[in-house]
């Protein structure tokens, strides 16, 4: 592994950064590490003069942080933990709290300031927020979901003194339909710089010809010249691949006029490059470094992918020139327990379960994620359809961005394009999402801007936004959709699959994918991605369940003479949306058991319909699959029918109760790899036999489990680093002797953590709250938990156990270094 001299300046002045004790000694540097040691305080500041003086009503955080989830004070039939049920628009984002808060945090001034960029760099703040620097208003951004950043110098005091930095945050309630967090939920950066430096995201790497022989780069350094005089500018750069090998490029130089920028651009060709796909994702670096008057002044490294894409109705869409058809998930951007703070641990683990469970591409809906998250995407694997708005003119939700898109859009819609484009993950860009004028002639021109702004900083990649039915727009049909499509080079269809093959006929040379897509009609829809070129993808809606939109995926029970249909949303005390294919733990949902099948993860899986009370129905909402579980635990239903299902690609299937055989069922394609079966109840051992010209080939087990006796604790890491961002997930079971899950258990479990780390969260899947995500008691659901801990920095052994009335403890541990 290289470690650059720029990788180990950084990493020095990350850590002499992180107090204010310490002051920054190199003439510049970038992106040191500006998240520990907040203090924060809930509710408005009104005088801002004393908000260094008192610590009392503060307490100390580390970002990124997510103060929507905090309990409230008070405690009592409408609190619950941070839920509230009397929340205005609470069900739009699972009753977490809104408000006003603050951040402050002391700063010494480097030596030198004069002369000197200062710069806070924010991946993201929830919703609207201001900068305050020694009490002057520094800065304000308004969308929570793009990273900006603030210049502080003009408003430092001088070299060696304390500054005090202060961050109002604002969720102003009712300005979303799903749950958004609050506060500094992303990381944030510092980077102190000359007058002369490359400008924010600044350096911009593409490979315009790509193929297994060779690749050319091109390079391009937008520099900033601060000063009141010209001055000459060159960039030299190393490349470094996958195997450390390394080729270096310069630039010419360049004069850069009296508070201008210019640009340089160096050129070169790599020969067998390693290609990045989805299954090797091959990333190599660019070092550059700024040189003013032949004088080194900035340095800039960034990462970037080898890999070229084309489309086509013909070829379909083509990564490195094959085809590439899209398993893909459409994913809000929270990280469940933890609320929507993007630590960059839990952004790496949610893309890793989803390329875990067969997942290529995920549509970011319906904004831009956090870098952690695409750097995720990078290392291991996966595409990404990098969307902005949710929303133009026309609002959702009355306090939401439509009150200011026309001021802000152009800049937001580039800051997701300057930040994201060096990414190779990142393969289209969106901007938009059933927007309600997405149609209409002034839609159409907002479209048209927002693909032009989107081009004007990066035209190798398609664009798109999501096209639905105009329930919105009542008295249109879907023919007016053409106006929407006008403008985009890949359309984006939600929920509208029926409408591919016509529209291919009066489009023949539209580009399609279906941008949202509902869970109930996977084969159906799957079916047309293998068959037509034209539609390169399938996104379900949802690949992970989320918070807020409660409970969009449910069934409810009926007599079954009753014409009634269910509800949209679910009230109080339903927080999650519960419609994902993979729950907020990590874990799969049924859902996600018939989509192994019909991707080829697996070729046989086993669930158990719920059973339905005599007399009633189930029905289901578009986003719900149907009642099931992977386990044979009746307890109550003994004797009484009970509907099994197996999910298998196999021709035929066996089906045996405690060794007798129940049936036989062969499977075709009108069947869409489901086998149906009914009996009786009964305990024992449940077994599916997958077989294949009348031969067994592989079968599956649900065995009644009984009570459990003891907890099971499992780290997915044995070992963390002793960093305040580092995090380990503990997956909590109730077993029974044998090990095995006790499904039908929801105990309550008592958390202990000793040792380098604190309780970040614990809780479990279920669309239900149970009071706080953050106190050392939750409940299990369908015998299974988690316990998510945080490092405090230091190293050591950490020690988590868990207990429970009635069953053994359990215990593990961990090392922290």
């Not at 630590?343 to 989803?354: C, F, G, L, T």
């Not at 990649?461 to 039915?469: D, F, K």
């Not at 049924?590 to 129905?617: A, C, F, N």
């Amino acid at each position: 592994m290289i470690i650059s001299k720029f990788k180990l300046l950084i990493l020095f002045l990350a850590i002499a950064l992180s107090s204010c004790d310490r002051e920054a000694t190199s003439s510049y540097f970038r992106d040191a590490d500006f998240n520990a040691n907040w203090l924060f305080h809930m509710g408005d500041i009104h005088d801002l003069s004393a908000a260094g003086e008192d610590d009392s009503g503060w307490i100390t955080v580390h970002l990124p942080h997510d103060w929507s989830i905090i309990d409230y004070a008070v405690q009592d039939s409408l609190h619950k933990g941070p839920f509230y049920k009397n929340l205005p628009g609470g069900v739009d984002v699972g009753y977490l709290r809104n408000g006003t808060a603050w951040y402050r945090k002391e700063f010494i001034s480097p030596n030198v300031v004069e002369g000197k960029q200062i710069i806070l760099g924010f991946d993201g703040v929830q919703s609207q927020m201001e900068l305050w620097v020694n009490g002057i208003l520094t800065g304000e951004h308004i969308y929570g979901y793009t990273p900006f950043q603030f210049d502080i110098a003009p408003a430092l005091k001088g070299p060696g003194e304390k500054n005090l930095i202060l961050v109002k945050t604002v969720n102003p309630g009712e300005n979303s339909r799903w749950f958004a967090g609050a506060g500094i939920y992303r990381p944030v950066t510092l980077s102190v710089l000359q007058s002369v430096a490359i400008a924010p995201w600044g350096v911009y790497v593409t490979t315009p010809d790509v193929s297994a022989r060779q690749a050319s780069i091109s390079i391009e350094i937008e520099v900033s010249n601060r000063q009141d005089s010209e001055v000459e500018v060159s960039g030299e750069i190393l490349i470094s691949s996958p195997d450390h090998q390394q080729m270096k490029l310069s630039t010419i130089a360049v004069t850069v006029g009296a508070n201008s920028l210019a640009t340089l651009i160096a050129s070169g060709t790599i020969e067998e490059p390693s290609l990045w796909n989805i299954n090797q994702a091959h990333l190599y670096s660019a070092e550059v470094a700024l040189l003013a008057n032949g004088k080194t002044v900035d340095s800039y490294e960034t990462s970037f992918g080898i890999r070229s894409i084309a489309y086509s109705v013909e070829d379909g869409f083509l990564l490195n020139g094959e085809e590439l058809l899209m398993k893909g998930a459409c994913m809000h951007h929270d990280n469940g327990l933890l609320g929507a703070a993007a630590v960059p641990d839990a952004e790496y683990r949610r893309v890793q379960r989803m390329k875990e469970n067969g997942y290529n591409a995920i549509r970011t809906s319906h904004n831009p994620p956090s870098e952690s998250f695409l750097n995720a995407c990078d290392e291991i694997g996966v595409v990404v359809i990098d969307e902005s708005f949710d929303h133009w003119i026309l609002p959702k939700r009355p306090n939401d961005y439509s009150n200011y898109f026309e001021e802000w859009h152009i800049r937001d819609v580039q800051a997701m394009v300057y930040r994201d484009r060096n990414h190779p993950s990142v393969v289209m860009w969106s901007f938009g999402n059933e927007v309600q004028e997405r149609a209409d002639p002034e839609g159409i021109e907002i479209g048209k801007t927002l693909a032009n702004a989107i081009k004007e900083l990066d035209d190798t990649r398609p664009v798109t936004q999501a096209v639905c039915l105009f329930w919105d727009n009542p008295g249109k049909d879907w023919d007016y959709s053409e106006g929407a499509f006008s403008m985009l080079d890949i359309g984006g269809y939600n929920y509208q699959f029926l409408n591919y093959e016509s529209d291919h006929l009066k489009f023949p040379g539209r580009m399609m994918y279906g941008s949202e897509t509902f869970p109930q009609y996977a084969w159906e829809n799957w079916e047309l991605v293998k068959r037509l070129p034209y539609v390169m993808g399938d996104f379900v809606w949802t690949g992970m369940d989320y918070i807020g939109e409660s409970g969009i995926g449910h069934h409810d029970l009926f007599d079954k003479q009753d014409k009634a249909q269910g509800s949209f949303l679910k009230p109080w005390p339903w927080y999650l949306a519960w419609c994902g294919d993979i729950d907020i733990l990590g874990n799969k949902k049924p859902q996600s058991h018939y989509r192994d099948i019909l991707w080829g993860e697996s070729k046989l899986e086993v669930l158990v319909s719920t059973p339905i009370p005599e007399g009633k129905e189930s029905r289901l909402s578009y986003w719900w699959w149907y009642d099931e579980e992977n386990h044979w635990d009746w307890e109550g239903h003994e004797g009484k029918l009970i509907q099994v299902k197996v999910y298998t690609s196999y021709s035929e299937v066996k089906l045996e109760l405690n060794g007798t055989e129940v049936g036989v069922s062969r499977i075709d394609s009108l069947d869409k790899f489901v086998a149906h079966f009914e009996l009786p109840s009964k305990p024992g051992e449940l077994k599916a036999i997958g077989m294949q010209e009348a031969k067994e080939m592989e079968s599956v087990v649900l065995k009644t489990v009984g009570p459990a006796t003891h907890l099971i604790l499992d780290s997915e890491k044995t070992t963390i680093t002793a960093h305040k961002n580092s995090l380990a997930f503990i997956n909590v079971q109730a077993a029974n002797q044998e090990g095995l899950v006790a499904a039908t258990n929801d105990a309550e479990v008592k958390v202990k953590v000793s040792g380098p780390a604190l309780l970040q969260a614990a809780g479990n899947a279920g669309p239900v709250h149970q009071g706080s995500l953050t106190d050392n008691t939750f409940s299990l659901f369908r015998g299974k938990g988690m316990v998510i801990v945080r490092s405090n920095g230091e190293p050591g052994t950490i020690t988590v156990e868990l207990s429970s009335l009635g069953l053994e403890p359990g215990r593990v541990t961990l090392e922290s270094n």
